[in-house]
């Protein structure tokens, strides 16, 4: 019986994996008529910003989740 549970919820897992790669994924158009802005100057003193794309905290959140389930 724990065997079967463990499958499906394997199952479900990669399912919510595969979805969430789905939702992740971003469609963009092959040719812009119009260039990207030019980066804005740093303010002195300011170091750099540090910003994380959806995929990474997506991947750090199933991450967690993997080491939750199979603790």
Request: include cysteine; glycine fraction near 8%; charged fraction near 10%.
């Amino acid at each position: 019986m724990a065997h079967i549970i463990n499958n499906i919820v394997k199952a479900i897992f990669f399912i919510v994996f595969i979805v969430g790669f789905l939702l992740a994924a971003e469609a963009r158009p092959q040719g812009n008529e119009f260039s990207p802005a030019p980066a804005p100057e740093p303010d002195v003193g300011a170091g750099f910003d540090v910003t994380y794309s959806g995929p990474f905290i997506c991947s750090s959140l199933l991450l967690s989740l993997v080491v939750l389930i199979f603790h």
